[in-house]
């Protein structure tokens, strides 16, 4: 008894990653070439706490659904930064999702494909198919999960933000199969520290591992999400640091603007300090950026 009695306690102490882990893609993977034997995927903890996702070729989302009593019909899916070289899976994924659910919001975080020559065949879309592949898992599956189909956004953090801004403007250049003709459309975006274009102010290392040293100017253009705003765009909530080092602020005003200039709700959040990469806590200011977003889902009805 007493036994049983100390592994139950360990089990309480042992906090679930997710409530579930799903597949993105049933068989073969769209764009895929054979995984190579030394391609294995790798999660290290970092000296500074966060795990850092590496070699990703099988694409899932972890859900994370709230209690129903709680559940108020809104999803997000969440994109981990990390220069389209690793994920920040907890930093900017677990942990966040944790947040969303203290709302009542079902939080789905994305583990999607690093850009690699050696496991796509064409390494700049990988990203993107599979968050038009979340958009449309989560949707085809709100009923199951408790979710309004109408309330499904999208969330991304530095290279992350760059993916969710990309489906944001290209949600109708539909790169995967989607028979039943879906909307891969988010209904909000939220934008955390994105990487925005790859023209002006971009963050290069996210530019060259997506597209490559000798990207095109057709691709650099395409995914200048700045360039691509129109006034079906949806409803954009953006933070981002006046102190970032990594990924310049001007990346968000410039996404910004371009809301602004075809009327489309947005509201931008910018911070004096806290450089790049801050998740949810940026430690110079008192401020909580999460609440701000909280603030500004309530006013969408969205919560």
């Keep these: 008894m007493k036994y049983l009695t100390a592994m139950f306690m360990v089990l309480l102490a042992v906090p679930a990653i997710a409530q579930q882990e799903i597949k993105l893609y049933e068989g073969k993977i769209p764009g895929s070439k054979v995984t190579p034997a030394d391609y294995k995927e790798e999660?290290?903890?970092?000296a500074d706490g966060i795990t850092r996702t590496a070699k990703v070729s099988e694409p899932t989302i972890a859900a994370f659904l709230p209690a129903k009593e709680k559940a108020n019909g809104?999803?997000?899916i969440i994109c981990?930064?990390?220069g389209y070289g690793i994920l920040a899976i907890?930093?900017?994924g677990y942990n966040v999702a944790k947040r969303f659910n203290d709302l009542g919001v079902a939080a789905f975080v994305l583990k999607y494909r690093l850009p690699s020559d050696a496991?796509?065949?064409?390494k700049s879309i990988g990203p993107l198919m599979d968050a038009q592949q979340a958009m449309y898992v989560v949707r085809k599956n709100a009923a199951k999960w408790n979710v309004n189909p109408a309330k499904i956004g999208i969330m991304g953090f530095s290279a992350g933000g760059h993916l969710a801004s990309t489906l944001t403007v290209h949600y109708n250049d539909v790169k995967i199969a989607d028979k039943e003709q879906l909307s891969l459309r988010p209904d909000f975006s939220i934008l955390i520290y994105p990487v925005i274009s790859f023209n002006a102010f971009t963050h290069q290392?996210?530019?060259?591992?997506?597209?490559g040293k000798e990207g095109t100017a057709e691709q650099r253009d395409y995914f200048s999400s700045e360039k691509?705003?129109?006034a079906d765009t949806p409803p954009t909530f953006l933070v981002h640091a006046n102190d970032d080092g990594g990924v310049p602020v001007q990346n968000s005003i410039l996404f910004n603007e371009a809301l602004v200039s075809h009327k489309v709700k947005a509201e931008m959040h910018l911070y004096q300090g806290g450089g790049h990469g801050f998740g949810l806590n940026n430690k110079t200011?008192?401020?909580?950026?999460?609440?701000?977003?909280?603030?500004?889902m309530s006013a969408n009805k969205w919560l």
């Design 43 to 46: 999660s290290p903890k970092g």
């Design 74 to 76: 809104a999803a997000v």
């Design 80 to 82: 981990p930064g990390g």
């Design 90 to 92: 907890d930093h900017e």
């Design 119 to 122: 496991i796509m065949e064409d």
């Design 205 to 211: 290392g996210s530019a060259v591992n997506l597209i």
């Design 228 to 230: 691509h705003v129109t």
């Design 285 to 296: 200011t008192s401020d909580d950026w999460f609440e701000r977003l909280r603030n500004w």
